[in-house]
């Protein structure tokens, strides 16, 4: 009787071990996937993305990171973590992709401003304040373009006011095919 209850009990210890083990690792592997794919240059460096048709340049000391399997998106972020810029490829000129970009969220409607860049691409975007920092929303392209930049830069505890500038180096370097 007794070895069937230590038999019972050394059971019930192994599944909470492994419980434990398969909890710690859901906690760690998301992570550490998505850091997989991250890279920091010393030197700004142009980096594609869609097989080349969207290319941008990541200023030094941001991270930059590629989902796995995907290289139709990046993200930048920042050194000091604060600002996240996420990049995606968006099918027609930059008039469609800004539409779909705001589409049903909290910028649809509001105010944008249509500029042209460096590059003679156009870019058209607004900004969102929330109660964490605020979120730019941009499409860089050409009306004629077969493909534009959706640009998503999200600032979390800060002012967006803070990296307006920073933001506006990047989308700035932004480059699609016309």
Known sequence: MRSEIALVLACVGALGAAAGIGLAAAVAIPPSLANLGATVYETPTEVTI???SVSL??????VVRR????????????????????VTELNGGFDTAYA???RGGDAEGAEAVTETLSSGSRARHTEVLDEDGGVVLAAVGDERGPVSAGIVARVTDASIGDY???????????RVPS
Request: aromatic fraction near 6%; glycine fraction near 4%; charged fraction near 30%.
């Open 164 to 174: 307006r500038y920073a933001i506006a180096e990047v989308l700035d370097t932004v």
């Open 100 to 102: 779909d970009l705001v």
């Open 50 to 52: 869609a097989d080349a």
């Open 67 to 86: 989902p796995p399997f995907d290289d139709d998106e990046l993200s930048l972020t920042s050194p000091d973590g604060r600002l996240e810029i996420a």
């Open 57 to 62: 340049t990541a200023p030094a000391g941001w």
